[in-house]
């Protein structure tokens, strides 16, 4: 019987340089890759997909969605570097993509192909189809953009890529396009950071062995010191080989550019319920939740009573008569932050009393972390056994005339120009000195480093 489904799937990099007419000689650095991608193209060739998936970082990309380029195909070329000769005009699977849509909406999941800003084809997909149409042209293609949404969501909707393929009987492979570091080296356009050689070298091994559930230990802030590319590409792809066995090869790996370019390719074995990783990971999540619930304190506990009550019922709890007294007659602006899955979903508060008692400013702050924060929309109920909240009780702002009265560990800022204002909390992760503090600021606030503006800090204390 013939097979159908997710007949394999590829982990590959996309400098334009490696296509010779971009590269104009400096692609022989890294004939390694070539040879590599060249091996990935015959095994796509053997394979005799119907469709080719490629997930791309740089098509088009949102905080919170999905994009599926819509349309029946689309057109591109390497004009924008130097090669306009080099052109690609492919065939999109509409059927393929309407089903996917069809899937997503279903699952109420963000995912479907509005908003479309460039229907030209991007480098991160068209590198890939250099090589692989000097093997193989009998195809369609699907492209799609990542999401600044958490790992756990990529994962998903791979395996919603899985089940469309599987609903329409389709031959496919998948193409995880994305590079890996950009901070191997001080002599790269990225300069380096010790983060990089890391990140390659957990991430190669990882998916040389198909240890897909280890994507999830990659911290949000490790990969973003260590700029690398593809990892949400790379989880997209585990996503779609979801509860299979896999047979893993490494071909190659190169950092001669300062940039990381790894190479893998992923032959699907059947069915194994042991490799249900989104699962187990959750299972994990949950886990760690529900023992926060029961250790944290009376501030913790209080933020997550109001949040609940909000999102469910709507209703704006009175403050309890059993909390801490100190509770009920100490003022203090407070904030109450909310993460899923390790990324921030809300964070809202005040700096300076607004209520009769910090409790109070904890309900109300937590109502607004949960719904009015303007970068995220609103949480929804299936989202509460998902969310891990702190809140910081501050102390009130005093007037500093330097960075040196600063320290990130012990100090929040906020900086004021005429009336934008923007504050960071102090001991955050990944903010690891005062420049950065400040800079992160004076982007909250909308401030321009080289205007004249005011610093303030105070100290907080974090109750999680």
């Not at 489904?5 to 000689?25: C, D, K, N, S, T």
């Not at 300062?258 to 032959?267: E, N, P, Q, S």
Request: overall charge negative.
């Amino acid at each position: 019987m013939e097979n159908n489904g997710i007949l394999g799937a590829f982990m590959v990099p996309h400098p334009p340089m490696i296509v010779p007419e971009v590269g104009r000689g400096s692609e022989k650095s890294v004939e390694e890759t070539t040879d590599s991608y060249m091996k990935v193209a015959e095994k796509i060739a053997a394979l005799k997909p119907e469709t080719i998936i490629i997930t791309s970082p740089h098509s088009i990309m949102y905080a919170d969605y999905f994009h599926i380029s819509p349309g029946t195909g689309a057109k591109g070329s390497f004009a924008s570097f130097g090669a306009p000769s080099v052109r690609f005009d492919v065939e999109y699977d509409t059927e393929l993509s309407a089903k996917l849509c069809e899937l997503a909406d279903k699952d109420d999941f963000p995912a479907g192909v509005l908003g479309e800003k460039d229907k030209n084809l991007d480098h991160g997909t068209m590198v890939p189809l250099w090589f692989i149409l000097k093997k193989y042209t009998d195809f369609r293609l699907i492209r799609i953009g990542l999401s600044g949404l958490p790992l756990a969501d990529h994962y998903r909707f791979g395996t919603m890529i899985k089940d469309a393929v599987n609903s329409l009987g389709r031959k496919a492979v998948l193409v995880a396009s994305g590079d890996l570091s950009h901070k191997l080296k001080e002599s790269g356009p990225y300069g380096f950071a010790k983060e990089g050689p890391e990140y390659d070298e957990r991430i190669m091994d990882v998916c040389s062995k198909a240890e897909f559930g280890r994507l999830f230990d990659f911290d949000e802030n490790f990969c973003r010191k260590a700029a690398e590319c593809g990892h949400r590409s790379f989880v997209i792809m585990a996503g779609a080989l979801d509860g299979l066995g896999v047979e893993a090869k490494r071909l190659s790996h190169q950092d001669v550019t300062g940039v990381g370019y790894g190479i893998c390719t992923f032959k699907p074995l059947g069915v194994d319920e042991n490799r249900h990783f989104l699962d187990e990971y959750l299972k994990k999540i949950k886990s760690e939740i529900d023992a926060k619930k029961e250790s944290c304190d009376g501030y913790v506990r209080l933020a997550r009573q109001s949040l609940e009550s909000y999102v469910l019922y709507h209703k704006t709890i009175p403050v309890p008569d059993d909390i801490a007294e100190e509770m009920k007659t100490t003022r203090a602006g407070a904030f109450v932050s909310i993460h899923k899955f390790g990324e921030l979903r809300g964070c809202i508060g005040t700096t300076e009393p607004t209520t009769p008692s910090v409790a109070k400013e904890i309900i109300n702050n937590a109502i607004s972390a949960a719904v009015n924060d303007p970068r995220f929309d609103a949480i929804r109920p299936d989202e509460l056994k998902w969310l891990d909240i702190n809140v910081d009780v501050l102390s009130p702002a005093e007037d500093i005339s330097s960075k040196a009265e600063l320290d990130v560990k012990k100090y929040g800022v906020i900086v004021s120009c005429g009336r934008r204002r923007g504050l960071l909390l102090p001991d955050l992760e990944g903010v690891d000195t005062v420049d950065d503090q400040i800079s992160i600021a004076l982007k909250k606030g909308g401030i321009r480093p080289d205007e004249d503006y005011h610093m303030q800090r105070f100290e907080a204390v974090r109750h999680i």
